[in-house]
Every structure is written in structure tokens, then in C-alpha cells.
């Protein structure tokens, strides 16, 4: 199903506002647990809304696995994931946000943009923080080349990015063009 950037940030706020009600607020890591799909991307638009830090597992992952990445990223939402997980605080996977407001927010900066897990090369779970925000600033020189790959949001000046659709590196991230930026990634791989 498509729908607009409009609808986007609608129904990204909406679950902002839901995931704020359940504890969620700037600092805090959210396990994302969904499959690709338009609820995917709200939720993790609805978590960069809420100043948290998005963490995507895959949501077939097996309760060990699972209990152990969550043991170490000690998130203060889990959504969707499986059942068995057994998150103290979590949300389905077909979870739909009711009365509350879709209205733009005064998003706060996620002081990370990311957080991804891995197994390394000793098979145990790691989670490794990219240490850029989760913010662009068009108004920059170089912030504006990357425009045309963000969603712009009720900051002014100011954008959550999304993954260019153009870059199929793995690795790839445009989440702070910043020279001075530290990161896990190297920057400007999709450039």
C-alpha cells in the first residue's frame, strides 16, 4: 500500500504520541521488531519523534537471540517482535495508536540515529551506537545536497533522514554530513 509523506508524518506523530504515553522519551532506545512495511517506517519516524533511538531487529528473531540484544540495549519500548520475547513493555506488531493527535510536534533531537546489533565474530550480541543525531540541517551547504533524501519535519531548519532509496550499501548512512562528525560508518557512502 503506498501513501503520502503527508500520511507519513501523520501517522508518525500519531505513534509518537503513543509511544510517548508508554514511557518512551528522549535518550531512550526503542526495539523495533517489524517486517518492511509502511509500519516499519512510521514507527521508526514516530521513535526519532519522540528524541529516541531506533533499533531494528529482525522480528523472526528467536527468543534467545532476542532476550539477549534486548538484555544489552535495555529498551524502554519494544515494538512488535515476537510473542515469546517477553518485553516488560511492548506493542504488537499490528499495533494502532487511538486517540491521540496527529498534529506536528516539537520533536527533540535523538542524541543517536541509530543503533544496530551484531554478533561479531565471537557470536555474541553487541549493539553499536552510530554516534551522529538524528537530524540534518538543510540549511547548510552540504545539508542541502542531502535534502532531497529526508522527510522534513516540524523543526525548522531541521530533517529526520531516511535512507536514500538510490544506495544499496549496507553500511550507508546521511544522517549528519557534519565533517566533524564521529561514526561507526563512513560518511557520505551513498554520495
Not at 538484555?71 to 494502532?96: C, E, H, M, T, Y
Request: charged share 20%; aromatic share 6%; net charge positive.
Amino acid at each position: 500500500m503506498r501513501i503520502t509523506w503527508e500520511q507519513l508524518e501523520r501517522n508518525a506523530n500519531a505513534r509518537a504520541r503513543a509511544f510517548a504515553a508508554k514511557g518512551v522519551k528522549p535518550g531512550d532506545f526503542v526495539a523495533i521488531g517489524l517486517p518492511n512495511s509502511n509500519v516499519f517506517f512510521e514507527t521508526t519516524f514516530a521513535v526519532w519523534k519522540c528524541g529516541a533511538t531506533p533499533t531494528s531487529l529482525t522480528w523472526r528473531l528467536p527468543r534467545g537471540e532476542a532476550a539477549a540484544v534486548l538484555d544489552i540495549l535495555k529498551p524502554s519500548l519494544v515494538v512488535g517482535g515476537q510473542p515469546d520475547w517477553n518485553a516488560p513493555n511492548s506493542l504488537p506488531a499490528d499495533f494502532v495508536p487511538e486517540g491521540v493527535s496527529d498534529e506536528p510536534l516539537n520533536n527533540p533531537v535523538a542524541r543517536y540515529w541509530k543503533a544496530m546489533t551484531s554478533g561479531g565474530s565471537t557470536g555474541r550480541p553487541k549493539v553499536i551506537l552510530d554516534h551522529r543525531p538524528a537530524v540534518v540541517d538543510t540549511d547548510s551547504r552540504i545539508g542541502a545536497r542531502h535534502a532531497a533524501r529526508t522527510l522534513r519535519c516540524s523543526i525548522p531548519g531541521r530533517s529526520i533522514t531516511t535512507r536514500p532509496s538510490s544506495c544499496r550499501t549496507p553500511r550507508c548512512s546521511t544522517a549528519d554530513a557534519s565533517p566533524a562528525s564521529s561514526s561507526s560508518t563512513p560518511r557520505n557512502a551513498c554520495a
